[in-house]
């Protein structure tokens, strides 16, 4: 019993820290990456699709995005999406292919940046806490129902707790990493 809950409780958090390093991806430094136009959307024949859907978007160079749209008519419909989006990015469609050029990040920017990668790992962390709450309730339930002992019950607590203290740490882990690229000029 106890194995199975500290079990699904693993799987929570590990998914919950995979979550939010996906999100600090989303992040956008200098450099460029594709994820960034993950959630641009396209209108599509009169419905709103993701980018990569109606094109191949790749790595030009490490500060260009490129866009090749599948079919000709797509090229003015992606390139609007991108510059419409509250990215802040500038496209320049050249014949078939749009590149987007990431610009160089103000120190400013970047200030704002860091408060945004900060509140997500704020939030993160609560649903760790939040993972770990449930945990310890199931605990209860199986203490008041006579499934398991007041011993087995505090132990099974403290390894919650334990596997609490490793995600938190893996996402202020995950947190310096991004602040020090967000910082990096």
Known sequence: MINDVKKSTEQKMQKSLE????DLSKVRTGRAHTGILD??????YGSDV???????????????????????????KIEKAIRDSDLGLNPASMGEIIRVPMPMLTEERRKELIKVVR?????ARV????????ANNEFKTLLKDKLITEDDDRRGQDEIQKLTDK???EIDKA??????????V
């Open 119 to 123: 509140s997500e790992a704020e939030g």
């Open 167 to 169: 995600y938190t740490a």
């Open 39 to 44: 959630h641009v959307m396209v209108d599509y």
């Open 175 to 184: 947190l310096a990493a991004k602040e020090a690229d967000l910082l990096a």
């Open 50 to 76: 993701p980018v990569n859907q109606v094109a191949n978007v790749t790595l030009l160079d490490a500060r260009t995005i490129g866009v090749q749209a599948w079919e000709k008519p797509m090229v003015a």
């Open 127 to 134: 649903t760790m806490r939040n993972i770990r709450r449930d």
């Open 19 to 22: 979550a939010f390093k996906n």
